[in-house]
Structure formats: structure tokens, C-alpha cells
């Protein structure tokens, strides 16, 4: 089961939730920002043991809707990016706003307060790892890619993606090569 | 333990890890492009059915030497960043060469290959995340924090924080007082709406 946590957006909020975990005798569970993956199903009592000591910690657990509501935005995110074959033509925050029904500004200020980066950037990272992947396994092109992906150019992909990653498409052809190369090797 | 895996860069490849160790039957405690924790430690034996499986992906699964450089780096990273001082600056090539006996380009050049990005990005990320838990945690202004982590000027580490995570420091700021409220009310705050309005999107 998943479980959201607010205000947990920095690695030392990391450690501080593993602790907690840990010390409730959960071990199964995968820590990553803003939220917890427990693989076992907890009781009431250690959901509530769990609530008050993140609450100590100035963390909050939050309540099932806005969990939803989150889970829901990452949804439509991957799903928009990773999935559909054709993005919508329309503005990002429109599309997600649309579908869930809720004003993006509301939308905007649960995801940021859980997460600790916004919907924008959210989308970004989900985007540039598109990126990543059609450059490692499709056969498209540059140019493909930001068409596939609503770049207004290449150069505009280029751009957000040396930002977000510190290296070049090319860089990554590179790669791909490379791992052409352990491929045939075998 | 932690298990780092050559050309795993993308999301893809995450899933195609996580796929192969539960199909190994190991439980999995993190993933992070490049690297995956396992709860438990790999066998021998495990260990080739997975490096052969990810071979077949285009992926490497790295040995003990050069995982364990690969830690050494992101740890030494973390650690030069931790122990910052103010007015001194980190030369981290400097500094990793000398730890880690290596030249700077080998370092560099497998480091990007296993995490997908490059060692500088990842220097700014973690100087970010310190950044956040210095705004968070400890009461730094923004001036004395781009001093203290080696940024420009206070603009430049605005421009980064924002690039990184697209919010501003003194977003954090606001996130701070909030979470002071929380614990101040301990557990007592049964209305999530309260103290909703003031978040800045």
C-alpha cells in the first residue's frame, strides 16, 4: 500500500521516515519522496503510531482523498507521456485540471507540498525520460522526438534536456551504442 | 545491499530490473537510475542469473570494484557537500582524484555511464538537496547558503534550486513555518484544510 506524506521533500525527511518504519518493525517498504510503498498491509494501530511520530517530525500523513488525488495527477502524467501514442495538443495543466475536475491551482498545491517540486517540473522529468528511452530503443530521430513530445523544436528538447540531465541527446546515442556493443558480445 | 548496473538510464530499464530481481525473488528496498537496493544480499549464484538476464537488455551489471567506486564517488560527493565551510571552495575533481586514485575523466565518464547523468548534474543535485535541508532544518538565509555550497551568487543558486526542483528557496521557507505549525499542534490538527491557503504554486 502506498501512503503520501507532506512536507517530506528533502533526502534528510528520507532518513526520518525509514527511521520511523524501522522502529515499528516495518522493513518491507520502498521510501522515495512525498510517499512510502509498504509491501505488507498495516493495522490501524501502527497507521496511527506512524501518524504521530511523523507528526513529531513535522511530517504529515495525509488523508485518503488527497492521496488519491495525488496518485492520480502521476497517473495522468504517465500515462499522457508513456503511454498515449499522441499527447494532447492542449495545455498540460488544462488536460489534468479536465480530468480530475479540480481547479489547478488546488491540484498544483497538494502535489508541491508532498512532493517538493512542481507539476511543471514533475512533467518535465517524465518527459526527459521519455526522451531517454526513445533514443535507447525506438529508432527515432531528434527531430522525431520533439514532434512526438510537443517540443516546439529540437533545439528546445536539447536544451531541457542537458538542464535536467547535465548531458546531450548524442551523448546518449552514444550509449545506445555502447550497449549495442554488450549485445553482440554475447 | 546496493546493486549498480551500467546503461540502466532510463525508466524503462528501471522496471526491467525490478521485473528480473522479483523474478529472482529479491525483495527490492529502493531503485535509482543506475543502482537498485536489494533488502537482502545477492548470492553467487543469483548474482549470474542476473547479470546474464540484464546482459541480454544491453545492461551491465557491475562487478565489486567498480560498483564500489561508483559509491565512493556519490559518497564522497555527499560528504565534501556535508562538511562544507564557508569560504572554501570544493574543488570536487580535485578532491575525487586524490580520494579515489583515478583521473578525473575515468571518473566522470563511468559515472555517467551508469547513472545517466553527469557527474556535475548529480554535484548540483546533491548541492540542492542540502540546500533544501539547510532552508528546512537549519534557519540559513539564501546568501550565507550560496556562500557556504559554492554557488556564484545568491541569484545563481535561485536560478539552480528552480531549475532542479522549479520552485524558488522561499518556497522551502514557507514549507518550514508549515511543518513548525504541524508539530506545534501535534497530532491535534485534525483539519487538513488548515493552514492550506498560503501555499505558492
Redesign the interface.
Known amino acids: 500500500m502506498k501512503l503520501y506524506i507532506k512536507y517530506m521533500v528533502s533526502q534528510r525527511c528520507k532518513m526520518v521516515v525509514r527511521d520511523t518504519l524501522q522502529k515499528l518493525g516495518i522493513n518491507d517498504a520502498i521510501v522515495d519522496l512525498g510517499v512510502v510503498d509498504i509491501q505488507e498491509s498495516i493495522n490501524q494501530k501502527q497507521h496511527d503510531l506512524f501518524k504521530e511520530a511523523l507528526l513529531a517530525s513535522g511530517l504529515e500523513l495525509l488523508d485518503d482523498n488527497k492521496s488519491i488525488l495525488v496518485e492520480k495527477i502521476k497517473n495522468i502524467i504517465t500515462e499522457m507521456i508513456h503511454y498515449d501514442d499522441e499527447s494532447p495538443k492542449v495545455n498540460y495543466s488544462d488536460f489534468i485540471s479536465e480530468k480530475l475536475g479540480y481547479d489547478y491551482t488546488y491540484l498544483s498545491n497538494v502535489f508541491t507540498g508532498v512532493k517538493g517540486i512542481t507539476i511543471q517540473q514533475y512533467i518535465i522529468l517524465n518527459k526527459i525520460e521519455k526522451v531517454k528511452e526513445l533514443i535507447l530503443y525506438d529508432e527515432l530521430n531528434l527531430t522525431e522526438i520533439s514532434y512526438k513530445l510537443n517540443y516546439s523544436s529540437v533545439s528546445h528538447l536539447s536544451n531541457q534536456f542537458k538542464k535536467i540531465t547535465g548531458l546531450s541527446p548524442s551523448y546518449y546515442k552514444q550509449l545506445k551504442q555502447k550497449r549495442q556493443g554488450n549485445l553482440e558480445n554475447l | 545491499m546496493k546493486l549498480y548496473v551500467r546503461?540502466m538510464?532510463?525508466?524503462?530499464?528501471k522496471l526491467i530490473v525490478k521485473e528480473e530481481l522479483t523474478k529472482l525473488k529479491l525483495?527490492?528496498?529502493?531503485?535509482e537510475l543506475g543502482a537498485v537496493e536489494i533488502?537482502d544480499n545477492i548470492t553467487p549464484d543469483q548474482r549470474e542469473l542476473l547479470a546474464n538476464k540484464l546482459?541480454?537488455f544491453?545492461?551491465?551489471l557491475l562487478d565489486d570494484t567498480r560498483s564500489s567506486l561508483i559509491k565512493k564517488i556519490e559518497l564522497e560527493i555527499i560528504n565534501l557537500i556535508n562538511h562544507a565551510e564557508p569560504s572554501v571552495q570544493i574543488d570536487f575533481s580535485d578532491a575525487l582524484t586524490q580520494k579515489l586514485g583515478y583521473q578525473p575523466e575515468l571518473i566522470s565518464s563511468t559515472f555517467?555511464?551508469v547513472k545517466?547523468?553527469?557527474?556535475?548534474?548529480?554535484i548540483?543535485i546533491q548541492k540542492i538537496?542540502r540546500a533544501?535541508?539547510l532552508l528546512?532544518?537549519d534557519d540559513m538565509n539564501t546568501l550565507d547558503i550560496s556562500s557556504l555550497l559554492g554557488f556564484h551568487s545568491r541569484e545563481d543558486l535561485v536560478y539552480q534550486f528552480k531549475?532542479i526542483?522549479?520552485?524558488t528557496p522561499s518556497?522551502?521557507k514557507v514549507?518550514k513555518q508549515?511543518?513548525?505549525g504541524?508539530?506545534k499542534v501535534?497530532?491535534k490538527n485534525t483539519d487538513?484544510a488548515i493552514g492550506?491557503k498560503k501555499?505558492i504554486?
Open positions: 546503461y538510464v532510463s525508466l524503462r530499464c525483495p527490492i528496498v529502493d531503485t533488502r546482459l541480454t544491453g545492461m551491465e555517467a555511464e545517466g547523468i553527469s557527474l556535475k548534474q548529480f548540483i538537496e533544501k535541508e528546512l532544518y531549475k526542483t522549479g520552485l518556497f522551502f514549507l508549515k511543518r513548525r504541524v508539530i501535534n497530532g487538513p492550506e501555499i504554486g
